[in-house]
């Protein structure tokens, strides 16, 4: 995800081939600049120096920089560098995994090629075609026709490939490729993909009761391990059972596609940033172990956040939609007036944030985000641990509905109004949704 640097893809073309020994030299002189590049989620990454060449001409001079690596230096370099802006059809993060039409179409094409796909997220148009035209970046997966026809992008060395990307003209061998592997069926197969990863039908689990015994007061059979870890985490043991329920419904053995394992559906990367062992994710009292630390990482994320009962909410947003964009959620709240760090508030920015309205304010760092996923998740898991507490304390069950709130800022998404606290048998044998 990071910003490649024209130099060095530069001098490993220049060394292929037989370019003069003063290039060579002027490679070797490049000034060095310390940078700080920030990836799609937020994450700073710190370098040593980029790679940059001196020149008496201004910024704006027009003149080519860098020359466009050719399909057989891509492919001797072993990296595709997909430029893009952020966007639900071209590239955002979703739990950890790039998303977008988009952006899956073109990780086909890397692996078509036998590349690996760097991704780097732009700013806007003009820089996704700078960057292209400096030779920074290989391909422009966004459908470009438009912008193209209207002549803004005459000043730029490109061409247009299948589905309306860009590519360098100065690159025809790999307009070429693009343009012989592309079939004009991949559009709707890849959306088809996408539609179902982003269901539960994507996830493998089998759903055990959502409550065991209320006369027993028994919500299931790993309440044990919530009462152990609940404090390690700082909340109540029904709280880590009601987010359980809502992650893996119980079933230790569940994974999503995404690559998220267990009771509590933790990443691997997750897991090796809480220690825990990759060959115990799917050990029920790891998995809940490692998932109380996180909740109490997650909660000290938000120490701005006074209210301990706020902050929790705003902690289970993270563990589902990511920190960055509960603070990016949070930067709007502010802008616009609202309380940032009462949840309520933030809520309204959290599904704001598939808007590009909002997505693409200056003040947002991550980008697009699936918003209504993140809050309904946060209502669910509060809902249904006031049903717990309920049914320990009277011994007996209730089956309500949560309200899901909806924001004019997201009225596009299908959604039904009404959330049921339990799930619902899906049309596949052995599927559920919820």
């Known amino acids: 995800m990071i910003t490649a640097s024209p130099g060095l ?3 490993a073309s220049l060394l292929r081939g037989s370019a003069p020994v003063f290039l060579l030299l002027l490679m070797a002189c490049q000034e060095k600049r310390p940078t700080v590049i920030k990836t799609p989620w937020g994450t700073t990454i710190a370098t040593a120096a980029v790679d940059t060449v001196s020149t008496e001409e201004g910024e704006g001079s027009g003149a080519e920089k860098h020359q466009a690596l050719s399909l057989e230096d891509i492919k001797a370099n072993g990296e595709m560098i997909m430029l893009t802006i952020s966007g639900p059809q071209t590239y955002y993060d979703y739990h950890g995994k790039g998303m977008g039409v988009n952006y899956l179409m ?7 090629l036998g590349v690996t796909l760097r991704i780097d997220v732009c700013t806007d148009t003009l820089d996704m075609l700078r960057r292209l035209e400096n030779g920074e970046g290989d391909v422009i997966a966004v459908p470009m026709e438009r912008y193209q026809s209207s002549g803004k992008a005459s000043q730029f060395s490109t061409k247009v490939v299948a589905n309306g990307w860009l590519t360098n003209s100065n690159n025809p061998s790999l307009a070429e490729a693009i343009n012989k592997w592309y079939k004009p069926t991949f559009l709707a197969e890849t959306q088809k993909q996408e539609t179902y990863l982003l269901t539960s039908g994507s996830v493998t689990r089998h759903v055990y009761p959502w409550l065991l015994s209320a006369e027993k007061g028994q919500v299931s059979t790993y309440d044990n391990l919530f009462k152990k870890y609940a404090p390690n985490a700082g909340v109540d043991w029904t709280l880590l059972a009601a987010q359980c329920y809502q992650e893996s419904c119980f079933d230790p053995k569940a994974h999503s596609w995404a690559g998220a394992c267990g009771l509590m559906q933790i990443m691997p ?9 990759r060959n115990r994710i799917y050990d ?4 809940v172990a490692a998932a109380s630390r996180y909740m109490r990482e997650l ?3 938000f120490k701005d956040v006074g209210n ?3 902050r929790l909410k705003f902690a289970l947003a993270a563990y589902n939609g990511g920190l960055h964009h ?4 949070m930067a709007l709240t502010k802008k616009h007036g609202g309380v940032q760090y009462r949840w309520g508030d933030v809520r309204h920015y959290i599904l704001a944030l598939s808007n590009p309205e909002f997505y693409r304010d200056p003040v947002v760092k991550s980008g697009y985000m699936r918003g209504m996923e993140t809050a309904n998740y946060v209502d669910m898991i509060v809902e249904r641990q006031r049903q717990y507490r309920y049914a320990l304390r009277t011994g007996t069950a209730v089956i309500s509905k949560v309200k899901a709130r909806h924001s004019s800022t997201q009225s596009s998404v299908g959604s039904s109004s ?8 899906a049309a596949k044998k052995n599927k559920w949704r919820q």
């Open 269 to 277: 990367s997750t897991a090796d940033h809480l220690a825990l062992p």
């Open 308 to 310: 301990p009962a706020e």
């Open 326 to 329: 509960v603070r990016d959620a």
């Open 9 to 11: 893809r530069q001098l």
């Open 284 to 287: 029920p009292e790891a998995n």
């Open 106 to 112: 073109c990780e086909k094409l890397a692996a078509h």
């Open 418 to 425: 009404l959330i049921d606290a339990v799930p619902h048998r």
């Open 299 to 301: 909660q000290e994320e």
